[in-house]
């Protein structure tokens, strides 16, 4: 298994797919490699391609918003994406593109070794949950997936085009934020 140095290394130098052609940055991640929480976007928008951080931008502050309000921050979390450059206009990573970026994600999902994973948004969450999520009627709810619980949330910048959903997102943290306590605590025997 790479290091993770050795991983990054070779996504930084990445050409797999057409969007290595117009990136400023590669996005790696950012946060804590050590955090049992990992939360995963679909891809880095403008802001994150120049800085070469995810999250940066307007749906970034408010996500920062949202982890602090249930008491975490960048550096008690783990903020990857589904692909690593930016796919122009914003647009949707299409399908040949994640596929060429999954196993960079796969592989930090590996040495990380999370106990939970966050999805943001729908494609984030049909690539890592299910091919047939539905974010406005499964946003919320728990699945297992190889001793992994995993939870998607409405993409902060959904939240930011719709802020009505903003009253559906907090149980949504609350239920993450119990998830977390959990693991703090170990079971009754």
């Not at 647009?91 to 930090?108: F, G, K, S, V």
């Not at 984030?124 to 001793?147: E, L, V």
Request: one cysteine or more.
């Amino acid at each position: 298994m790479q290091t993770w140095d050795e991983l990054k290394e070779v996504c930084l130098a990445c050409r797999k797919c057409r969007l290595a052609e117009t990136r400023t940055n590669v996005v790696f991640g950012d946060g804590n490699p050590a955090s049992p929480i990992l939360f995963i976007g679909e891809g880095p928008g403008e802001q994150e391609d120049l800085s070469g951080i995810p999250f940066v931008g307007r749906a970034g502050k408010l996500l920062d918003s949202m982890l602090g309000t249930i008491g975490l921050d960048r550096g008690k979390v783990y903020i990857a994406n589904i692909v690593k450059c930016r796919p122009p206009q914003n647009r949707d990573p299409l399908p040949d593109e994640q596929e060429a970026c999954i196993p960079y994600l796969r592989a930090q999902t590996a040495l990380i070794r999370p106990k939970i994973i966050v999805c943001l948004g729908r494609i984030a969450a049909m690539k890592i949950i299910s091919p047939d999520f539905h974010i406005s009627q499964d946003h919320g709810k728990w699945f297992d997936r190889k001793g992994v619980r995993m939870m998607a949330l409405y993409h902060p910048a959904a939240l930011l085009r719709d802020p009505r959903r903003k009253t559906e997102t907090l149980p949504d943290l609350l239920a993450i934020e119990e998830e977390l306590q959990k693991l703090e605590t170990p079971a009754e025997a």
